[in-house]
């Protein structure tokens, strides 16, 4: 785009904001031909605002900036798709922040369609009724392929042999599977047992819908979050806040708590 152009549109997913001054709001976005861009919605927070529908967090929003002297400015938005189907499912919702907030970790000012086309898809799997742990591992492993993190899963990072069909180790720091004898004593890996392992193969050679085809058991689930979450905190060099969102709502759930009470308890995490 030339730096002269002074209004420009995009596409974007609104994935964080914050109240600035009175009225207005500091929109971090995320789109396919500039990545992540923060910038300014002027007078949003006014009671008829009419562009405050349209740049709800995590909405899929056509959008017409001006430039700034430091953030561009929205000077329209128009909802292309809310995702109704988080709003309505406290789970979905916290699993939609989960894959928000990596992507916000990862993402640049730079072009990157691919990135954009997976964050869309994936707030839609979510919304449409698709099971969030396997969407959300789905998305995990496309996006570390996409920024240069693909672990490796199908060779021994130590030795360079084949994996066999076996339970392996995981090191985050190597980037991806040790077989039993390189793993075997090294600090800060997890033993994977071999579900774990055959189940993101799977995830990361195959198509979403040839993924949402396979049965995963509650422990391999599990087992996968932990690791997962473990290789990005290494990766990130810090520990993401929305799993631990995540699993304040499952422990409401299972108590069976009414779900006002939920979405109360919930506010503001």
Sequence with gaps: MPSRERVYRTEAVVLRRQELGEADRLLTIYSPGHGKLRVVAKGVRRPRSRKAGHLELFARTDLMLARGHDLDIVT?????????GLRDDLVRLGHAAYAVEILDCFAVAEENRPLYRLIVETLG?????????????????????????????FHCLGCGRDI???????????????????????????AISLGAVKVLRHF??????????????????????????????????????TPEFIQRIRT???????????AEAVQGQ
Excluded: N, W
Aim: aromatic fraction near 8%; proline fraction near 8%; include cysteine.
């Design 76 to 84: 329209q938005a128009e909802v292309v798709e809310p995702y109704p």
């Design 125 to 153: 799997r979510l919304s449409e009724g698709g099971e969030p742990a396997v969407v959300v591992r789905f998305f995990e492993l496309r996006l570390l392929e996409l920024v240069g993190y693909r672990p490796e899963l």
């Design 164 to 190: 066999r069909p076996e339970s392996q180790y995981f090191s985050p720091a190597d980037g991806g599977i040790l077989c039993p004898q390189c793993g075997q004593g090294k600090r800060d890996v997890s």
């Design 204 to 241: 990361q050679r195959s198509s979403f819908s040839q993924v949402a085809e396979v049965r995963v058991s509650r422990p391999v689930h599990l087992e996968l979050e932990r690791l997962m979450e473990g290789y990005l905190t290494h990766i990130l060099e810090r520990r993401l806040k």
């Design 252 to 262: 409401l759930i299972a108590r069976e708590t009414p779900a006002a009470t939920i």
